[in-house]
T-cell receptor
Framework: EPEVTQTPSHQVTQMGQEVILRCVPISNHLYFYWYRQILGQKVEFLVSFYNNEISEKSEIFDDQFSVERPDGSNFTLKIRSTKLEDSAMYFC????????????FGQGTRLTVV | AQKVTQAQTEISVVEKEDVTLDCVYETRDTTYYLFWYKQPPSGELVFLIRRNSFDEQNEISGRYSWNFQKSTSSFNFTITASQVVDSAVYFCALSEAGTGNQFYFGTGTSLTVIP
C-alpha cells in the first residue's frame, strides 16, 4: 500500500542550526502539507503546497520556514535557524485533491533542538 | 476559538467494553469535512474516516462506528468491544471548503484499553 515516508525519524540539532526534513509523498498525490505536533499537544497546520507553490500557510510558518519540491518525488521543510521551541514532531502529508480529501500522513520526524 | 473540541482528554476502559469518543466542531462553512485519525504509541497518524457535511449517515466499519449529527455539531466515534490494540490517541479534525485543505485538529483523546 502506498505511503508517505519521512526521513529522518529523529533529528537532534543545536539551536541556531539549519535543518531540512524530508518527505516522499504518495506518488499520484498533488497536494502536500507539513504539520507539527509539540509533545502532548494537538497537531497544527504549517503549510500546504500545490503546483510548486505554497497555497496556504499558518502564522507558525514564518520566514524561518521554507518548503521545496526539489524534484518529482521529494518534499522538504527547511527551518533556517532553529529555536528551542521548534522541538516537535513534524508530519508530512499528501492528498489526491483538495476540498476535504483525506490526507495521508507520514510517520513523522521528531526534531529536538538543544 | 477552537474549531474542534475533544473534551475527553483521557479515557480508560477494560477490554471488551464499548467506548465513545466525543468530538464537537464549529464552523460557518456550509461545506466542510470531518475526519478521525488514530495515533498509536509509534507516533504516526492513521486515517480512519472522512465525512462531508452533506452526508449525515452514520457509518459502521467492523468494531468502529461514527455518529454525525449536524444539529449538535458533533461527530462521535464509538469502538465496540474494545481491544488492547485500540489504545492510542484519537484525533478528530475539520476541514472547511473555504480554507482549502487545512485540517483543524482537536486536542485528542488518549484511550487506554486495560486487558
Amino acid at each position: 500500500e502506498p505511503e508517505v515516508t519521512q526521513t529522518p525519524s529523529h533529528q537532534v540539532t543545536q539551536m541556531g542550526q539549519e535543518v531540512i526534513l524530508r518527505c516522499v509523498p504518495i506518488s499520484n498525490h498533488l497536494y502536500f502539507y507539513w504539520y507539527r505536533q509539540i509533545l502532548g499537544q494537538k497537531v497544527e497546520f504549517l503549510v500546504s503546497f500545490y503546483n510548486n507553490e505554497i497555497s496556504e500557510k499558518s502564522e507558525i510558518f514564518d520566514d524561518q520556514f521554507s518548503v521545496e519540491r526539489p524534484d518529482g518525488s521529494n518534499f522538504t521543510l527547511k527551518i533556517r535557524s532553529t529555536k528551542l521551541e521548534d522541538s516537535a514532531m513534524y508530519f508530512c502529508a499528501s492528498s489526491v485533491g483538495m476540498g476535504g480529501t483525506e490526507a495521508f500522513f507520514g510517520q513523522g520526524t521528531r526534531l529536538t533542538v538543544v | 476559538a477552537q474549531k474542534v473540541t475533544q473534551a475527553q482528554t483521557e479515557i480508560s476502559v477494560v477490554e471488551k467494553e464499548d467506548v465513545t469518543l466525543d468530538c464537537v466542531y464549529e464552523t460557518r462553512d456550509t461545506t466542510y469535512y470531518l475526519f478521525w485519525y488514530k495515533q498509536p504509541p509509534s507516533g504516526e497518524l492513521v486515517f480512519l474516516i472522512r465525512r462531508n457535511s452533506f452526508d449525515e449517515q452514520n457509518e459502521i466499519s467492523g468494531r468502529y462506528s461514527w455518529n454525525f449529527q449536524k444539529s449538535t455539531s458533533s461527530f462521535n466515534f464509538t469502538i465496540t468491544a474494545s481491544q488492547v490494540v485500540d489504545s492510542a490517541v484519537y484525533f478528530c479534525a475539520l476541514s472547511e471548503a473555504g480554507t482549502g485543505n487545512q485540517f483543524y485538529f482537536g486536542t485528542g483523546t488518549s484511550l487506554t484499553v486495560i486487558p
